[in-house]
C-alpha cells in the first residue's frame, strides 16, 4: 500500500514539473539564437568577408553551425580567443590563408586617378565611400572598416590600403620604444 | 554643513586613505623668486595644448604676429584658443615633438621672435562690477586659460554651470615633491590670485571659498592669509604635508569630508576646485584683457646650478629654460650617454626625448636630476623583481584600489578585470610604485593598460556604427531590389494594358505581333521541312509542302537539297572556326600578357604628352585609364590562380611560360564561374574553398 501511495506522489510531482517545464518551454521559447548574437558582439564588424562569409553576422551564424572560429582574420588571436571561450572549445591558430597584419588600416583613393566608375561603392558594406559616376570618389576614414573589399573591384588600382598613423590620441605608452636621444 | 566649518575653522581635517611622504626636495627652489628671463629666439607652440579639441589656425606662415594675438580661433567648446607669446613672425607651421610620454609629433605654430615684444592693443577693465556673468565667461574663453594644473580642462566650462556650489576650493596644495611653481606664485602674486578667486566668486556663487595650502609653504600660507583676511567667505585652509594632497578627489576628501564617487564629478556634490595658477590667469584675462602667454616653472634638479622657478613663455623650448638655470652642458655628456629631463614632478612625470620640446599650458615643472638623486632616470633596464606581496601598494593607494591585482591583471592584459577593479580610478600617482619594495614601475603598467582599454572602446564604439552601417546598407538594397521588381511588374502591367485597349496604335501593335507571330510560325515550319528533307524521302517533303502554306512550291526539290548542303557545309566550317578560335585563343591571351609592359608604358606617354597639350588632357587621361585598366585585367587573372596553381606549375616545365599562363587564366575562369555559383547559394561549401 505505502510503495503505491509513493509511487503516486512522486508520479504526481513528476507530472507537475514535467507540466511546469512544458508550458516554460512554450511561454518563454527564444526566438533568435541567443548564441549568435554573442558571437556577432565579439566579431570586429569590418564586414570585409575574408572568413568567406557575406559579413559578421553570417560567419557568427556560421560558427555557431560549427564553422571552424579561426577564419576572422581582422579579429585576429584576442576574437579567437574570445570565440574558444564562448563556444567551449580550443583556441586554434589563425587561419594559415589569412593576413597576420591587422594593424588598423583604412581605404584611400588615389584622387587624380579615380575615373568614377562606382564599383569601389558598389562593393563598400558600410557605405564610407562618397562619390558618384563620373566623378572622383572619396573615403570617409572615420567610417571605413579598413575590410580590403574595394580594392579588388577598382579598374585603375586607385584604392591602397593605409595603416592609420600612429596620433597622440591612438597611441600606445610603450616604455620599451621611448627614445632617449642625447644632448648635446 | 556648518560643522565643516567649523572644523576647518578649528583646523581639524579628514584624512584620506594612504598617501606617501617621499622627500620634498622643495628647498631647492623655494628660496629664490621667480626669475623674468629674456625672450627666447624661437617659440613652438603646439595647437592643442590642453584635453578637448584644438581650434582653427587663424594665421599662416609669413603673418607677423603681435604679443596676445589669438592664433587659433575656437568654435567648439571644448577648443580653447592659443595666443602669439610674443610678437615676431610665424616662421612655419608643421609636426613637432611635443611635451607627451610618446614624443610624437603634433602641428605646432613656429614663432620667430623679433625682440620687440610688442603688445596687440588691449582694453584694460575698470569696471568689474558691471561685466555680466557671461562677459566673464567669455573673457575666460578668449583669453585661452584652461586648468594650469595639470589635467588642462577648459576652465570656461567647468565655471559656467547653472548646478548650486556650496564649496569653491582654490588648490594650492602642490604635493608633488621638487615642485614650487604655485608656491611661489602664491608667495608673490597673492593679491592679484585673491582678486582672480573673487571673480571666480562671481560666476559661481558659492557658500564658501576654500584654499587648501600644504603646511610645508609657511610663506605662501602667510601671504595669502594676509590678502585674505578681510573676507569671511574665503578661508584659508592649512592642511598636512601628504602625498598626493592636490589629487581633486583626496583634497575634497580632506577638506569637506564627502567622497566622490567613482564616475561622477565634484560638481555634483556642489563643489568646483580650481588651480591657484589658474586663479591667476583669470585675474590677467579680466584685469588686464591678457590672454595666458605665460606661466610659472620650477626649473629643478641637482645637475642645474642655478634650479629656480622661472615665467616662461609658452612655446618656450625647454632647451632655452635649461641653460638659463645653468645646465652645465659639458658636465651633462659626461655622465653618461644621455641626461634624462622630466616633464612634470618625479611621481607623476614622463622622461623628455628631447630637450626642444616647448613649455605648454600645463607644464609646471622640468626635473634635471643628478645621477645620484635619481639613479632609475638613468638606467635603460628597469631592476623590476617579482611581486612579493607586501601590500604596501594597497596600503599608500590614496583611491583605495589593489594596485597589485591591478599590476597581475594588467600584465595579463585581463582588461573586462581591470575594469571591475576600477583602474579607471587611478589617478597615476605612482605612490604604489614609489613603496614597491619590487621596484615595479606598477603606474606604468596601469598607464599602458588604461590606452589599451580606450582604443577597445574606440572600436567598440566604431564596430557598433559599422554594424549598423551594415544593416541599413542591407536593408536598402532589398528596398531597392523590391521597388526595381515592383517597378519591372508595373511597367509590364501597363504594357499588357496599353495593348488590349481598342485605340487604334493598340490594334496596330495587335496586328504586328500577330504578323510576327505567323512568321516564326511559317520559319518553324520551314525549318521543320529542312530537317526532314535530310533524312526522309521526297515524296514526304512533298507531302508537307503540301501542308505548308508558304512553301514555294515551284522551287524544285534539288534546289532545296543544294541549300540542305550549303547548310551543312556552313555549320561544319563554322565548327571548324570554332576549335581553332579556342585553341588560339589562350595564345592570344598569352601575347596580350607579354604586351603589357608596352601598354604601360603606351599609358606612361600619353600621360606625359597630355601634359604638352592642355587640350588632349581629358583624352589622354581616359586613354591611361583605359590601359590601365587593361592592363590591371591582364595581370590580375594569372594573378588570382597563382596560389592554388602551384602545384601544378611545379610540374610544367619552365620554358612553357605561354602554357602556364594560359593554364592559369582558364583556372581562374573556371574559379570564377565556381564563385559565382557559390555566392548565388546562402551558404558556401568550405570544401571547395
Known amino acids: 500500500m505505502n510503495i503505491l501511495l509513493a509511487i503516486a506522489v512522486l508520479g504526481s510531482i513528476a507530472a507537475l ?168 | 554643513m556648518e ?47 590642453h584635453i578637448g579639441r584644438e581650434g582653427k589656425l587663424l594665421v599662416e606662415v609669413g603673418d607677423k604676429v603681435l604679443k596676445g594675438q589669438a592664433l587659433t580661433s575656437s568654435e567648439n567648446p571644448m577648443a580653447v584658443p592659443i595666443h602669439a607669446s610674443t610678437s615676431g613672425i610665424v616662421s612655419a607651421i608643421k609636426n613637432s615633438i611635443i611635451a607627451h610620454p610618446s614624443g610624437l609629433q603634433s602641428l605646432c605654430i613656429f614663432i620667430d621672435v623679433d625682440g620687440k615684444d610688442t603688445w596687440i592693443e588691449r582694453e584694460p577693465c575698470t569696471d568689474i562690477d558691471n561685466l555680466s556673468q557671461l562677459d566673464l565667461i567669455k573673457k575666460i574663453a578668449d583669453a585661452g586659460i584652461a586648468g594650469m594644473g595639470g589635467a588642462g580642462f577648459p576652465t570656461h566650462i567647468k565655471v559656467n554651470n547653472n548646478e548650486p556650489v556650496n564649496f569653491l576650493i582654490i588648490n594650492g596644495a602642490e604635493c608633488e615633491p621638487y615642485i614650487t611653481a604655485d608656491d611661489l606664485l602664491m608667495q608673490e602674486q597673492s593679491e592679484k590670485i585673491v582678486s582672480g578667486i573673487k571673480l571666480l566668486e562671481k560666476l559661481l556663487t558659492p557658500s564658501f571659498i576654500l584654499i587648501a595650502i600644504e603646511d610645508n609653504k609657511p610663506n605662501a600660507i602667510k601671504a595669502l592669509q594676509d590678502a585674505t583676511s578681510t573676507f569671511d567667505r574665503i ?12 589629487g581633486e578627489k583626496q583634497l575634497i576628501k580632506i577638506l569637506t569630508g564627502q567622497e566622490i564617487k567613482s564616475g561622477s564629478l565634484p560638481i ?27 606661466r610659472v616653472v620650477t626649473v629643478t634638479g641637482q645637475a642645474l646650478t642655478e634650479p629656480q622657478n622661472v615665467w616662461a613663455l609658452l612655446g618656450t623650448p625647454v632647451n632655452f629654460l635649461l641653460n638659463a638655470c645653468g645646465a652645465q652642458r659639458q658636465q651633462l655628456t659626461d655622465q653618461q650617454n ?8 618625479p611621481m607623476m612625470g614622463y622622461s623628455l626625448s628631447t630637450d626642444i620640446v616647448p613649455i605648454i599650458k600645463t607644464s609646471n615643472c622640468i626635473l634635471v636630476p643628478s645621477k645620484e638623486e635619481m639613479p632609475s632616470a638613468f638606467s635603460d633596464k628597469s631592476n623590476e623583481v617579482e611581486c612579493i606581496r607586501c601590500g604596501q601598494c594597497s596600503d599608500v593607494c590614496p583611491s583605495q584600489l589593489l594596485p597589485q591585482e591591478l599590476q597581475w591583471s594588467a600584465k595579463a592584459k585581463d582588461y573586462p578585470q581591470l575594469e571591475k577593479l576600477n583602474l579607471s580610478d587611478c589617478i597615476d ?10 621596484q615595479i614601475p606598477l603606474v606604468q603598467y596601469y598607464r599602458i593598460a588604461k590606452a589599451e582599454i580606450r582604443t577597445l572602446h574606440q572600436f567598440e564604439v566604431k564596430a557598433d556604427k559599422a554594424k549598423v552601417r551594415f544593416e541599413a546598407r542591407k536593408l536598402r538594397l532589398e528596398k531597392e531590389k523590391l521597388a526595381r521588381e515592383e517597378k519591372h511588374k508595373k511597367a509590364a ?11 487604334p496604335e493598340a490594334t496596330g501593335a495587335k496586328s504586328a505581333v500577330a504578323a510576327a507571330l505567323a512568321r516564326v510560325k511559317a520559319k518553324k515550319a520551314k525549318d521543320k521541312l529542312t530537317d526532314s528533307v535530310a533524312e526522309t524521302q521526297p515524296e514526304t517533303t512533298k507531302e508537307l509542302k503540301a501542308k505548308t502554306p508558304l512553301s514555294n512550291q515551284e522551287t524544285p526539290i534539288s534546289d532545296e537539297k543544294d541549300q540542305v548542303k550549303a547548310a551543312i557545309a556552313r555549320a561544319k566550317a563554322k565548327r571548324l572556326a570554332k576549335t581553332q578560335a579556342s585553341q588560339s ?36 587621361k581616359i586613354a591611361a585609364a583605359i590601359a590601365k585598366a587593361k592592363a590591371k585585367k591582364l595581370s590580375q587573372a594569372p594573378h588570382q590562380k597563382s596560389n592554388e596553381n602551384q602545384q601544378e606549375t611545379k610540374t610544367s616545365p619552365k620554358d612553357d611560360k605561354k602554357a602556364k599562363i594560359a593554364l592559369a587564366i582558364a583556372k581562374a575562369k573556371a574559379k570564377k564561374q565556381q564563385q559565382e555559383q557559390l555566392s548565388t547559394l546562402i551558404k558556401p561549401e568550405n570544401e571547395s574553398t
Not at chain 1, 156 to 177: F, S, Y
Open chain 1, 17 to 184: 514539473f514535467g507540466a511546469l517545464l512544458g508550458f516554460a518551454s512554450i511561454r518563454f521559447k527564444v526566438d533568435a539564437d541567443p548564441i549568435v548574437e554573442q558571437l556577432d558582439a565579439l566579431l570586429p564588424q569590418t564586414q570585409c568577408g575574408q572568413c568567406g562569409y557575406p559579413g559578421c553576422k553570417p560567419y557568427a551564424q556560421a560558427v555557431a553551425d560549427g564553422e571552424a572560429i579561426n577564419k576572422c582574420a581582422p579579429g585576429g588571436e584576442d576574437t579567437i580567443k574570445k570565440i574558444a571561450d564562448l563556444m567551449g572549445v580550443e583556441v586554434l591558430p589563425l587561419d594559415d590563408n589569412h593576413e597576420t597584419d591587422n594593424r588598423p588600416k583604412v581605404a584611400f583613393i588615389i584622387e587624380e586617378d579615380c575615373i568614377g566608375c562606382t564599383k569601389c561603392i558598389q562593393a563598400c558594406p558600410v557605405d564610407a565611400i562618397l562619390g558618384a559616376a563620373k566623378q572622383m570618389h572619396t573615403i570617409i576614414i572615420d567610417e571605413c572598416t579598413g575590410c580590403d573589399l574595394c580594392v579588388a573591384p577598382c579598374p585603375v588600382d586607385c584604392i591602397e590600403m593605409r595603416v592609420l598613423p600612429e596620433t597622440i590620441q591612438n597611441w600606445q605608452w610603450d616604455l620599451t620604444n621611448i627614445p632617449v636621444k642625447q644632448l648635446d
Open chain 2, 3 to 49: 560643522s565643516i566649518i567649523e572644523r576647518i575653522t578649528r583646523g581639524h581635517f579628514w584624512t584620506f586613505h594612504g598617501g606617501v611622504h617621499p622627500p620634498e626636495q622643495k628647498k631647492l627652489t623655494s628660496a629664490t623668486p621667480i626669475k623674468q628671463l629674456s625672450l627666447p629666439k624661437q617659440l613652438i607652440l603646439p595647437l592643442q595644448q
Open chain 2, 235 to 246: 578661508k584659508v585652509c592649512v592642511v598636512p604635508t601628504k602625498y598626493p594632497t592636490g
Open chain 2, 268 to 294: 555634483h556634490a556642489g563643489i568646483v576646485m580650481q588651480n591657484i595658477a589658474t586663479c591667476f590667469a583669470i585675474y590677467d584675462a579680466v584685469f588686464n584683457d591678457t590672454p595666458l602667454l605665460k
Open chain 2, 338 to 345: 644621455h641626461q634624462a629631463v622630466i616633464m612634470g614632478g
Open chain 2, 429 to 438: 600617482c605612482g605612490a604604489c610604485a614609489y613603496v614597491c619594495p619590487s
Open chain 2, 493 to 503: 502591367a501597363a504594357r499588357k494594358a496599353a495593348m488590349n485597349k481598342n485605340t
Open chain 2, 585 to 620: 585563343s589562350d595564345k592570344v591571351i598569352a601575347t596580350d600578357l607579354e604586351e603589357l609592359p608596352s601598354i604601360n608604358e603606351q599609358a606612361q606617354a600619353t600621360i606625359e604628352t597630355s601634359s604638352d597639350k592642355p587640350q588632349n588632357d581629358k583624352k589622354a
